[in-house]
Structure formats: structure tokens, C-alpha cells
């Protein structure tokens, strides 16, 4: 015969480290009971027990009942009560625990142990009838339920309080509750055939066999499968004596945090009720106290807790969230486990756990999520104001937080609505039932989004995370009357047009408008001494997207070390310089008067933008862009002048105007194209239009060689949009020698220039080597790298089909938030691969929006990137991302 | 000492495989040398020699004039003449020659070893004083030209001309040609300061230090460049005894093929002219008779010229050019090359060779440019038509056969009034003096294009090519007035809208129109027989896109192995279909009846549309692509739309079609997008409208079970378009699988249908692993992959900066014609390799627009494609290039 397998082990025989064998609750528990805490007394049956029960066809397996029963008689031993004694009996709860959470999706059952006997027992000894029966009626309805699979106690405890009245349980009396137990003690009989179960032992066996069965039940396979557990790990059981706080008033329980989990601040945090049990907490009949109220009512317990707290953290080393019983006076500790904490909390307690010597500060950059950084420099309601309107008139109503960040607007109860109303001004908030692709529009003009149905994963949910807006989902209070155009909520109405705020971080819904404030980061202490440890471990270097003198100073603010992508078209769009580019695009063919004179005042605006931002830049590098979108993008529009041209026409009254128009609609014509993105722009045009390029030459090395001679150190690098052939950028460059030789003999001294390239045509990274032989940087432009990698323009896409490819699944995100790795990310990979090849310092960066997401940024770092680059206010995030990368802490969004 | 090297070898100790040494000319006499082949004797001094002369800082090696000495010696042996013998003079000629022909780029010196006292000799044996004297004063000419870089030759000559009052140099006699030299001499000494070498020895040192300068001449370097040939090489020298066709009338020169250039056929085809040397050919002044004369003339010298044709075909085992003189009824031989041939005479000596037993099938495939075929089977003039009108009129012209075809229509002098006319459909030949980009728009609605400037490489030449239209360029005959709006050619005129014919292949323009005929493939019997043997060595099958049955039909009589791209979307357009796919497409957000309505139409034509194209393919594999591109590309035009609303606006006349238009163009408005090529297209339509893609489907499958009940043998292959992710593929088949269920439970048996994808954006490519697993079969759509790996559309980029790219050297080729080997071919590989990891036996194709360009189709073989698909026309092409492919012929054109 085989040697006897160990299938049972007490609390003190197990610890943190055997989650496999005992799963996550029973493993606590004896980490605990070694720590030294007041864990009630024990045992845990293993997870191979249960798979060793399917795998026998659902029989336990041999001697695993005989060492279930040494164990419980240890437990008798110690508690010093009898399993099934009448006088002085043993409660237990058989509760499930796998290796990972599965919150709610496998049973318990609680009280096991109660008979006709042993009810004397507690009657006598909790000297409360009343309560008895009431565990003694819920004991035999869950354990019914449970172990026994019978249906229909719920039926029977309603019509028994219609019968005598009764509105809320509360209103039974010990003799209702007694009649009740006897009448789902009959229901048993009649729907098993067989007596309750009344032997303590057969009770304990029935319910180890349920929490097994549990483990396969039709919602745990589902949360599996949605979770991605495997299937074969099965479940632990473990079985704990029971303890009751609501044994008299020196009895009580209570959950707390070690630490505040709302603000981080060190202190005990959380609510204790006198003479109750758990579920009397949930049940909300009394209101619980503040933990802190025990300093004076139970000062002993209070300084207990104090302790444990301590110890926890001190164990843990991390916030600590634990329940606790108080049995007489005697603190049981039920359950311990991470606390969950705010963006904010979390900061805090990571910074203070370093200073305290709890942890390193590597372990504390771990701790934050990039993602918590950028929601603690989310736009926010003020404080002071909320809490006014909390306070006047409540809170309206509150939803599922789907995504983050703060929004004020006008309700509005139809997507063309809102895009109307949007598109004159106004701000509105999207109120829908639920939304579908057919809504996008309207999403897209929204502040933010509001709907009454649905989860984290609905399409109001992904639409609005994918767009970066506040929503609240599944927001269940609003009764919505779309044709009415407006929404009740707890008795109030908000209509068409009436002004709501949503918080997305928090799901809180309010009437009104809220300001909302940008916090200081200049005033986040622990957020600045958390981003100067990512910056000691980081290897990439953070970067920042900034067209103007006052973003750059921003990002600077934020603790960027270089521009690496300084747009100039937005230049060229301002108001007094518009009709100047008219000029120079429509001269551009016939090199007219009107082109020259154009190109000149051009290149005067020109260095002054840029002497703005190498200004303010001095010392670090600056990446300038040369003009990339197509010309046309610059000119009046076609349909517009279309639509213009047939009025005068048939109106017939200003010829003249008409004649003037039709020729300005007969340019635009001319240079309209199909396919904008794949069209005339970028070094294209640099190569078509040269004189373009080289006032831009002109003015990046004259207002560098200006502030030269002010003593500034500058350090220009000149990018070449969408290269595709290596050729492309050799052009340039010859053109930019020209300017620069014409330049430096105008000063008479040598200006430091870089010439490099973005990458983002598929062909350019395919071909880096050929490329990098003209180019001393790269950066990775994603987002038009993106659109061609997928043959996919983000405009067209993303409201016709690819949040709905998200939402459906056919994509795992959306690759304009997060990096493809498998088809964009190869294709850098490759980029950088051949790149060095030809150049081996070659510099390289990436610019696109992914500069700015977490796992994004990993994976540049994975790649060899030299920096990221996003916008100015990614750069926290980014210097957080980067230091992850470096540490290998794995992002969840990947 | 070291050993002295040999420098000179005299021809028969040199052979053809000594080009690299003796260059092609000199390798060339050697072989006909040793061939038997009367050749006048002469040697050959090395390229070796030249290096060395450079290396030594033009200094003659070592014993290299000794060596040369001998060997004048020995042909003054073999010839009994003497160099500088005032009785029997040996003249020779002094010829530059380097490994790869450089035409005219160097120099070489005739005559040489003429002086007062040699003159004597040649005087008495010719009899002609006259023609003594000419070639005489040329040698001076000549000599002090290249040898002694003496200029104004031409200006004497023509100063005496007009002071004896000649209007032509024939009307000179011997006494002004003495006159003549004398002066010229007297010219060499004044510039030279020394008298003109009289020394033959002198003379030929010097001539020989000149051709070796030649080698750096400017044009020469220039050339090379241009040609990418090496500096390195240097070039030969051949010495050569100069015989004389102009010693009475028992001496002649002629030039003879020895197969009909024109036709192919097998006889002697050339000229000949009695008591003549070749620049009396050249120079017209006589018209020289047909070869086949010397036949009555001169039987023995016609038969040793047949004899030696067929030696020399023999030997070189391929039609051959070559240079005869006859001195004194003695033949030598002074030239032989490969022979310049049309395509239709390159097909038929292949093809007769073989017969022939001269060559093997695999070298006759190999010698049959792809491109050629696809010359025989463009359309051409009636050559009755064309023949009358040359012998009615004669020829307009005749320039650049710069890009082949043939074309006429109305002679329209700028691009605006070209495109003007051509959209309303009048057929047009744009005529310009030379092309710039700014008539790129007129180009592409011409039928064909004439310049007056530019040669091969000029931008109508390539831009045309590029357009595949027919041109003439650099046609100098005609005076353009643009102004005016006409030409003047030879004395006539041509004005804007009178007729012309332009032959593209020949560089020929009429006068009028000229009927063009498409050839009859079927009786075209070598280039049948041609691609037989093609088709037996091959490995890459070819298949074709054909969206009609006619097409399909086409396809297989051009030998077509299946269809690899059968488009849906032409369907979609036909007259009586389209309102019905204006109904689907508008109704389909509300899902109306007139949507349902409308899909049930579209699958009763759909099922009839794929039942032809399935009848014609019976028995061969038809791969049909569902519905590709974006829905609103079957809507009205917006713009128009927009015109009429605003029309109807403004004259407020009728509002209810107003209201109804304005629907419509909102309709319209709501599905434009601002890139369309990256828009909602191909499986994404599919995905988001899956009803359309089920009722294309649904037609597929119903078609083949009609025909399958027939007893019609089918292979459908469905391919999706547009995939940039495994999942859509995924999504498709789970359609797919759901509507053939119903189909085959409908028909009661099985429909064999294999289901694959377009490989046509880059993430397809880098994904393939992924994509195969839900793919049986790739094509590769390298229209759509060259697209977004370039991030350039075709449409907007061609006109506006690609083909000006090409011209300037910024691209090597269109890549929309010729495969970008080293960007999309790179994809290509990627995309092979990791489909075949996943499925190894998956079937891979190509059905852009490359499959039918043989550089394209060396590459798809290359990397293990098995078919090439490409449209009906280029199928020929596609047979012989996969050939080439397969026996390793390099393609000149990649």
C-alpha cells in the first residue's frame, strides 16, 4: 500500500508561501496563526485533495476524512468545546479558497455544527434565543442550499413573514425564526427524502463535499475562463471555528485598514460594531463606529489591534486590510489581505514605507501604477466645491467609475444632439440608456458619458477609456425616457439642457456644474520623490512633444530632458500668418512675386518661433519637424468654396467675386487628394516644394546662430518627416548643407545641427540600414507607423469600426493607445536592428502617442529605445513607465 | 629583373573569352582569327597595358612598344607591305576597344602610316589620286584631332569650301584635298610648334598613348557613371591593317546579318557597295544595292559570304552583324556581333534555331525578353494601313522609339486642353517640346506623347513607360509652336486637332489615323511554341484576374492556370444593379425592408454572376475576393450633391426634392471618410456588415451546387480582403461556416471550398503565422501592400511626385510596376516564412499588378511563391518571365 498522501493541515502547519496547496485564505490563515496572531483554531484541507477527489470520480480520497477528524479533535482540544456537544459546542465554518481569488464564485457554509442539541448549548451560553435561531434557520438554509442542493427556503420565509406581517426580518421574534428553521427542516425532508442532517460530522463531510463540488460549478468555470485560470488547479477547504462578536457588549467586529486608504496617513482606519457579527455590518441596521471610538471603550483591544496592525504591516510590509471578531473580550483575527488604497493613498504609503525602512524605494516604484500617476494629474473637481454640493443637495446618483477624470455639461439625451450642440460650443454630457457604434459621434463631442446600463466592459466603457473621457456606467438609479429627453433619479429629474457633473474616477453623478482645477505638481511632495527615484533606476530617457514655448516650459516643469518632437505646422495656421501661406501654396507653381515676398515674411515668423523654444530648451536638445501635412490641409475648404461658388452663380449678382472664387476653388481642386495621409506631405513635399523646406532650414539655423550669440546653448536636431526611401532624406540633407553653408558664413561661426528621421512608413523600417546611413537619429513616429501597419487611418477607424474590433474582441485594444508589439512592434524592432547596423551610436526615440503609455514605453525600453517622447503632461507618467521597464515590473494594460 | 609580361598578342593567340584582356573588339577579331574567318591581320595591347600606362603616370610599361613593333613586323610579313614603304604601304587602323562597349565614347585613328612619301605608294595602287588625298587630309584631321589635340580642322575645310565655291566636299577635286592637307599641316605645326609627324613609328606611338587617353576622356567617365561600369578597366588597343573596298570595281564594303533582323527569316539581309569604303555607306552618295546582287555581281564573293554567315552563326550560335570589305576581289572580314532584331524576328530565330539544332529550348526561352512578348501582343497599326499611308504620304518623322505602342488622335499641344478634350472622350496625342511635371495630368489622359526634346531617360520617356502609353520623344524634326498652336515637320504643318499616328515601337508619326489591330494570339505559332517550352521548365504557376466570364475565357487561351483574383465589386456597378445597391447600403443602419429586399435581389445576380466565371473555369481553381471596397464608392458623388442641394436651395423652387436630396446627401455625408484606402473596406465591411458578406457568400456556394448538379467540376476559393489581424479572418470563416451549412443542407451534399486572405497590409505580413491558421491559401495584393508600405496611394501619388521621384533618381523604378524587392519583397519573405511555419502545405500567389512584370515575377519565385496571378493580356509575359525565373536569366529591368 501507498504511503498515506497529507491531506489535512493544521494552521500552524502551513504559511504565506504554500498558496498552491492550501489556497489564498487557508495559506493566510496560517501565516497569520505563525505570525502570532489570534487566529481562531483550524485546519485546511489541501487543493490536491480536491483534485485527487475529481480525479477519483468525486470520492474523497483515502484517509483524508480520518485526518480532517484528528484535526477537528485538535481544535476541540483547543478551544476546549466539543464538536456536537450540547453544552459547550463547537462551531465551524467550511469555507472554499483556490491558489487565485475568485471572489463570490464558490461556497461556504457558516455555523456548521448546530443541531436541536447543540442549540441549547448557544441558547445557554449567548444567552440570546432570538439570535440562535436566526444562525440556526440560516445554517440549515445555506447548508440546504449548499450541500444538499434543495431549493426554496427563500419562498418559504416570505410567505411566513406575510403570514405574521412581518416588513423586514428584523420583525421575527425567536419563536417566528424557531417555526421557520423547523419549517426548511421539513422542505429537506420532503425534497431529499432523507431528515436534515442533524450529526455534526455527516454536516461537516456534506459540506467539505460542496466546496469541492463548488469548484466546478457553472460561474466558477465562467470566472475562469474569463480570468484565465486554469481549470485543474481546484479548491482548499478550510475549516475554522467559529467566534461570535455578538456575544454581549464586551463582543464586537470590525474591519480596518493599517493605514487611511483614501489619504495614505498612518493610522487605524475603519468601523467596529459592538455585539454584532459580520453580516450585521453589511446589513447596515445599526451604525457601526470608528475603530478609533475602541481607544476608549476597549482600550486593551484597541491597543491589541494597534499592535497587530503593526505586526501586519511590519509582516506584509504593505497596507494591511483585516477583519476581526472580539469574543468576550478575546481579538480574533478572520482574514488579512492587501488593502486596496486611492491613487493618492497609494503615493503615499509607498513613499512613507521607504522612509519608515519597510521597503526599497524599488519596491515602492513598483507599487505605483503609471496609470495612477496620470489619474493623480487628471483634471479634478474641486474639492471644496463638490463637498458643498455633496453637502446642499446629495449626490444625484452613483455608477460604475468606467473611466476616468472630471466633466461638467449640459445633458443631452441623442448622440446627433450632442454633436450639434457640441460643435457650437457648448459642453454636454452623453446620457444614454446604453451606446452603440451608432453613438460614437455624439461620444466623440461629449465632455463626458453617462449611461444607466452596463459594465467595465461595455461600449460606453471602452468607447470613452479609448477616448480619454470621463464615463460613468451602469449608473442603475436613472430612469431614462429618451423621447421625453430627460432622466429620473431618486425622485429628481434632470431634462434636456439641465447642467450634471460626472466624476469618472469616483462614478459620482451631481446636479450642477462643478470647476474642476489641474493639480500642482510642483506641490505633489511624494509624487516628486517617487518620480527622483524612477528617475535614479530609468535607462530611457523622457522626452517631451511640445510646438510652443509655453508647453515646452511645462514639460520641463514635468521633468522632460529634451523635446523630441517640436510640430511647426501649427505655426503656420495662426491667425495673422494663414493668408501669408495661401500665398506662398497658391504662388508655389508659378514661383510668383507674391511666393517670394510670402517665403520671406515666413521665414522671419519662423525664427522667432524657434529661437522661443531653443530659448527655453537651452542646454537640451530639441527635435524640430519639418512641415509635414499636405498643403492643401492649409487652404480654404473645397466643399465650402464649392458650395459658395454655386450660390454666386445662380444668384448671378457679383461676377466678379464669382470669377475670383472659382479660380481660388480650381487651385484647391487641384491639389485635393483621395488619400490625404498617403499623399503629398511630409519630406514629399520638402522634395516637390524645396523652397518650403529650406525657409524652414533657414529660419531653425538662423535663430540658432541668434541665440548663440547671446551665449545660449543649443542644441537643434532637424527631423525629416515620412521618409520612405533612403534617398528621401539624402536630398535633404544636400538641401540643408546648401542653407547651412549660406547661414554660417552670414555669422561666421559653425551652428551644431543634427539631421535624422522619423520612422513611420513601414518601408523605412524595413530598410533602416539604408536609411540610417543619412540619418544620425530616428524616432519612431507610431501613430502614422500604426495607420500603415494596419493599413488603418485612425480618423476613418476608430469611430467606424475600431472600438467596436475592441469591444468585439477582434483586437485586444485599440493600437493607437497601446503598441501593437506583434506587427508594429516588429517592424521597430527591426528598425532598430538595422539602424545600428549601418550606425552603431545611432540615437532613437519614438514620438508617437505611445510615448506616453506604460506598456508601450516597456516595451521601447525592451527594445533598445534611447528615450520616449509624449506630451507634456504623459512626462510623469512616463519617467514612472520607464523606471518599471528598467525594473522588469510587469504593466497589467499589456 | 621581373619578368617582362606580355602586351601585345597578336590576333590568332587571342580568343573570344579574353574580353577582360583584350577587350570586346580586340577578343572579337581574334576569335574570327582563329575561326578561320578572313580577318586583316593585325594585334591587340591589353587593357593591362592601360593600367599599367595610368599606374605609371601615363608612361608606356616596359618593352610594350617593343612588343607592338614585333608585331607590326609580323603583319607587315603576313600582308607583304611595309610601314612607311612608299611602294607598298601597310596603313592600319588604331582602335580603342574596352571589356563592355562604350559606343563612341573613345577614340580611334585610321589610316595611319600616311605620309608625303607614302602617298606616293597608295596613289600608284589605287589609281585615284583624289581619293588619296581624301583620306590623306582625313588622317591629318583625324590624327591631329586625337593625337595632338590640334582644333580647327573644320574651319579651314570650310573656308576653303567657300573660297573654291563647294557646296558639298564631294565637289572638292585632288588638288584642293592636297591643298587641304597641306594646310592642315601647317595648322599642326603652328599650334604644336612642331611639324607634323611624318615617322609612321611616331604616328602610331602616339595614336596608341591617345586611345589609351580616350579611356578618361570626360564623355568616357561620364558614360561609365551613368552605366555603372567600373573606372578600373581600362582599355585594349587593336591594331589593325587597313583594307581598302574602294581599289576599283572588283573591291566594295558591305554590312550583312545573316538572318532577316525584321522577320527572322533565314538569308543574308544587308547592303553592299562596289569600289566603296564603309563612310561612303554612311555617307549616302551612292545608293548601295541589296546584298543578294553580289550573287550575279560576284557569285564567289557571295558564296564565301554565305559560307562564312553560316560559320559564324555556327560559332556564335546567334544571328550575327558583320563588317565586310572586298579589296581587289578579296574579302576580309572587320566586324561581327550579335544582331540586333525585332521581337518578332528575336521569337522566330530562337524558335528556328532550336529546329535547327544550334540551340537548346532552354536557350531559346532565354533569349526571349518577357517584355518582347508583351511587344507582340500590344495592339498595332494595320500594316496595310500603316504601309499605304507611308507610300500615300511618306513619314511625318521619325524620333525616340521611347516607349512602345501604337496610337492616334488629335494633336493637342497642352496638357490642360489635352485633359480637357480626353474627358470628353475625344482620343488626343499630346505634342511638347519635352515634358515636366506640370503635364503629368495631360499625360495620363493622352493616348500618347511626341516631344521634340530628350532622349530615353527624359521624363515623357519615363513617365510614359510608367503609364505604359506609347511615345516618341527627342523627335527633332519638328519646329512646335506652342503659341501658335501647330508644328511644322519637313515642310508640312500640323495644327491642335488635326489627326496624327505615332508608333511608339518604331519611332515613326503619320500624318492621319491609322487602324490598330490586336494580334491573333492563336496563330502567333513560334511564340506558341515558345511558351510551350516555357511552360515545361517553369515552376511558378500563372493564373489570372478576370472578373467576367469573357475575361476568364480570354485568360485561358492565353494558357492561364486559374484565376487568381476575381473582384465582386465591378458586379456591384452595372447599370440595373445599382440602384439596388444604393437601397442595401442606405438601409442597412436600420436594417429596412428595402434592405432586405435589395440583398435578396443581390444574391440571385450574384449566384448568376459566379455560375459564368465557374462554367468557363471548369476544372481549374477560381479564387473569388469578397466585396472590397468602401460602400460609399457606390453612392453619388458628394461634391455633386452638394452643387445640386444648394442649387435647389437658392432657387427654393422645389422643396420636396430638396428635402429628398438633402437626405441623401447627409446619407452620403455620414459614410465619406477622409482616407478611403484606410477606411472601412474589405473584411472590415464584413465584419461591420456582415449581411453582405453572407449574401456573397451565400451566392458562391449556392452557384457551385447549381453547377455541381451539372456534374460541373468547381474549386472556389474565397478570399477576404484587407485582413490586418487573425481574428477578422476568423470572424469571416465563422460566417462562412454558418452559411455553408445552410447551403449544403439545402443542396444535400458537400461544396468543396477552401477559404484564404489577402496579404496586403503590412501587419498581415509580420502576422502571418497568426493569419494562416484560420488561411488554406495567401495572395499577396501587392497593390494595397505597396501602398502602405510606402504610406503613398497610387492615385494621389503617381501624377503628383512618384514619377518625378523615378526621373530623378530618387526611386530606381515605379513600384507600383516593378516589386520593391528590398521593402515590400521584404514583407513578401516575412509573410511566406511564417505562414508556411504554421501550415507548411499553404498555397501562396500574387495577384497585384506585379504578377504580371517579369522582374516581379523572378521575385515571387524566389521566395517560393506558387502562382503569380496577373490580368489576361499579361499572361504570355507571365509564362516565359516564370521560365526565365526558373533557369535563372536575369531580368534587365529589376
Known sequence: MAETRKWVYLFPEGNAEMRDLLGGKGAGLCEMTNAGLPVPPGFTITTEACREYYARDKDFPPAMWEQALVALHRIETETGKGFGDPQKPLLVSVRSGAKFSMPGMMDTVLNLGLNDETMRGIIKLTGDERFAYDIYRRFIQMFGKIALNVEGFDEIFD?????????????????????????????????????????????????????????????????????????DLGTAVSVVSMVFGNMGNDSGTGVVFTRDPATGERLLYGEYLANAQGEDVVAGIRTPHNVIDLKD???????????????????????????FTVERRKLYMLQTRTGKRTAKAAL???????????????????????????????????????????????????????SPGAASGKAVF????????????????????????DDVHGMLKAKGILTCRGGATSHAAVVARGLGKPCIAGCEALQIDLEGRFFRVNGGIIRENDVISIDGTTGEVFRGGIPSVDPDFSKEAELLTLLGWADEVRRLGVWANADYPRDAAKALEFGCEGIGLCRTEHMFFEEERLPIVHKMILGASEASDDYHKALEDLVRFQTEDFKGIFRVMAGKPVVIRLLDPPLHEFLPSYEELLVETTELRIKGDDPTKLAEREKLLRSVDSMREMNPMLGLRGCRLGIMFEDIYK??????????????????????????????????IKVIRDELEGVAREVESEFGFTIPCKVGTMIEIPRAALTADEVATYAEFFSFGTNDLTQTTFGCSRDDAEGKFLLQYVERGILPQNPFQVLDRRGVGELIKTGVELGRKTRPELKIGICGEHGGDPSSIEFCHQVGLDYVSCSPFRVPVARLAAAHAALGVAERDK
Chains 1, 2 share one sequence.
Open 159 to 231: 410567505r411566513f413573514k406575510q403570514k405574521v406581517g412581518a416588513k423586514l426580518d428584523t420583525d421575527l421574534d425567536a419563536d417566528n425564526l424557531k417555526e421557520i428553521a423547523s419549517e426548511f427542516k421539513g422542505l429537506v425532508e420532503r425534497e431529499t427524502g432523507k431528515a436534515f442532517p442533524d450529526d455534526p460530522k455527516k454536516q461537516l463531510m456534506l459540506a467539505i463535499n460542496a466546496v469541492f463540488e463548488s469548484w466546478n460549478s457553472r460561474r466558477a468555470i465562467s470566472y475562469r475562463n474569463f480570468n484565465n485560470i486554469p481549470h
Open 297 to 323: 471603550e476597549m482600550p486593551d483591544i484597541y491597543g491589541e489591534l494597534s499592535r497587530i496592525a503593526d505586526k501586519l504591516e511590519t509582516h506584509y510590509r504593505d497596507i494591511q486590510d483585516f477583519e
Open 348 to 402: 503615499k504609503i509607498a513613499v512613507d514605507m521607504v522612509n519608515e525602512g519597510l521597503i526599497t524605494k524599488e519596491e515602492a516604484i513598483g507599487r505605483i501604477e503609471p496609470g495612477q500617476v496620470s489619474q493623480l494629474l487628471l483634471p479634478r473637481f474641486d474639492e471644496k466645491a463638490k463637498e458643498e454640493i455633496k453637502n446642499r443637495d446629495g449626490l444625484l446618483a452613483k455608477g460604475l467609475n468606467a
Open 414 to 437: 441623442d448622440p446627433d444632439r450632442a454633436e450639434e450642440m457640441a460643435s457650437g460650443g457648448e459642453s454636454v454630457i452623453l446620457v444614454r440608456p446604453e451606446t452603440t457604434p
Open 695 to 728: 525657409m524652414q532650414l533657414h529660419a531653425i539655423l538662423t535663430a540658432c546662430g541668434e541665440l548663440m550669440r547671446e551665449g545660449i546653448d543649443v542644441h537643434p536636431e532637424i527631423m525629416v518627416p515620412l521618409v520612405s526611401h533612403a534617398n528621401e
